[in-house]
């Protein structure tokens, strides 16, 4: 059973990798990307001290839309005051109303592919009468997020997606004709 509704998702800095559309797994995954994220000993060094401090760590997946392409993220979510670690990169997703999706069996499966995980949380949205941008690639908050929350690092505690609301953008194409 999926739990789902609009909420306002607060600012969230998210640490970690960026992938290219070009980076993506042949079967429409980010699994290459993961695995490099899960075999980076940063990676362990974050979630001990988000683990000793919070009592939980997290995995991220972050899509950020743009007309043409799009950037995949392979990341953790951690306080705005979180030093970013060398060779790591740093996304201020800003607040927003989002569509959220939870799943009641969370599970860590990065060899999902993107686009099919995003189509279900839209088939969802649509079961409940929520309007989502029709291209996210022009919407002007166009992030599609999976948060998993651990709070031992080989259970997933909690399983969420939002997909942001917002209005879309004129593509420029659009003032041409």
Do not use: C
């Amino acid at each position: 059973m999926q739990k789902m509704s609009v909420v306002q998702v607060p600012p969230l800095k998210i640490i970690g990798q960026v992938a290219l559309a070009t980076n993506i797994d042949v079967n429409g995954s980010f699994y290459t990307a993961w695995q490099d994220f899960q075999a980076d000993q940063t990676t362990a060094k974050v979630d001990d001290q988000l683990l000793k401090t919070f009592g939980e760590t997290n995995r991220v997946g972050l899509v950020v839309y743009a007309p043409e392409s799009y950037q995949y993220w392979t990341g953790i979510s951690v306080p705005q005051d979180f030093e970013v670690p060398a060779s790591w990169h740093a996304f201020d997703l800003p607040a927003g109303s989002a569509f959220k999706m939870s799943s009641s069996t969370p599970e860590f499966l990065p060899q999902i592919p993107v686009n099919f995980t995003l189509e279900k949380v839209f088939d969802q949205a649509k079961k409940e009468a929520v309007v989502l941008p029709e291209s996210l690639g022009h919407a002007q908050q166009p992030y599609f997020l999976e948060k998993v929350t651990f709070k031992s690092i080989d259970d997933a505690d909690k399983q969420v997606y939002f997909v942001y609301i917002s209005p879309e953008i004129e593509a420029l194409e659009d003032d041409l004709g």
